[in-house]
């Protein structure tokens, strides 16, 4: 359970980065260069670890091209183009309804049944992120703008879900490992985004004057969650389902805070701490629900 903690905290500081980032350079050219380095790094590194690896069945091409699509292209590309609108820690709270798509995904593809001791969960689960959501804090910085951005995160999150139910597809039934299977994905979605940036934003450049600066931002991002927090939920998935995955991911928004209180400076109110106990309690009903069903190994 800690790995899966220690995930979300990765998660969270990455809101952040890809919000600098976009300081730099449009959206989607921003996904097109992010996906193309970090397929081709994924894939070196599954080269190194495992030995040569290729699509073992012509039937599961179909699956990595729709991964690509909806696992990659759409949900990054409606994300970072919200991001240039919407605060970082509203974009982390916006993915906590992905536990119920996880779930609904879950229930339509694996048969895993939602129980009412789940639904009890996920209603405390909730709860301690609207219990969080006070007046002031999150709430006055989310809803001032208008509400296409947070269109183009649902459907981000939407598709996340989706994405994830095929990635635990290969990784677990297809016994594809998950560097592979992200690097492929990453790859084609990479490629894909080149000429929908074309289209839409036109030629763009690197940010020559300030090019360091972007590296190592890209650099972070690229490390973070493309290498490490993709690969790490691939591996949890071998060992939890998506749904309890997704679930737990109700603590984005809470070490988003956490990390403006380190980094910033900016104080956090006692409904911090209130919010992390309510949290741990939902997630601990379903936890033992999940255990109960065998969903959990």
């Not at 989607?28 to 081709?40: P, S």
């Not at 229930?107 to 001791?117: A, I, N, P, R, W």
């Not at 997630?283 to 109960?292: G, N, S, V």
Request: net charge positive; with cysteine; proline share 4%.
């Amino acid at each position: 359970m800690i790995l899966i903690f220690l995930l979300y905290a990765l998660l969270a500081l990455t809101f952040t980065i890809g919000k600098m980032l976009l300081f730099y350079v449009p959206p989607i050219f921003l996904i097109a260069l992010r996906m193309c380095i970090a397929g081709v790094l994924l894939l070196v590194m599954n080269h190194f670890i495992s030995g040569p690896a290729k699509i073992k069945r012509v039937a599961d091409i179909s699956i990595f091209a729709l991964l690509s699509l909806i696992h990659v292209l759409i949900p990054f590309t409606t994300e970072f183009i919200a991001l240039q609108s919407v605060a970082p820690s509203c974009a982390a709270l916006m993915f906590n309804l992905s536990p119920f798509f996880s779930a609904l995904f879950s229930y339509l593809y694996f048969d895993e049944k939602m129980t009412k001791k789940k639904w009890l969960g996920f209603a405390i689960g909730l709860g301690g992120i609207v219990y969080f959501l006070e007046p002031g804090t999150f709430s006055f910085a989310c809803w001032h703008v208008s509400g296409m951005p947070y269109l183009l995160l649902l459907i981000a999150v939407v598709s996340g879900a989706l994405g994830w139910i095929y990635v635990r597809m290969l990784v677990k039934d297809k016994g594809y490992s998950p560097l592979f299977v992200n690097g492929v994905a990453m790859l084609l979605g990479g490629i894909q985004a080149i000429p929908v940036s074309l289209y839409f934003e036109g030629s763009v450049s690197l940010p020559w004057d300030e090019l360091k600066p972007f590296l190592l931002l890209l650099a972070a991002i690229i490390l973070l969650a493309n290498v490490i927090f993709y690969n790490l939920y691939g591996y949890l998935l071998k060992h939890y389902s998506a749904t309890l995955l997704s679930f737990i991911g109700f603590v984005t928004p809470v070490f988003a805070a956490l990390f403006d209180w380190i980094l910033l400076g900016i104080g956090v109110s006692y409904g911090f701490f209130i919010a992390i106990a309510i949290l741990g309690f939902g997630i601990y009903l379903f936890y033992q629900e999940e255990l109960r069903q065998g969903y959990v190994q």
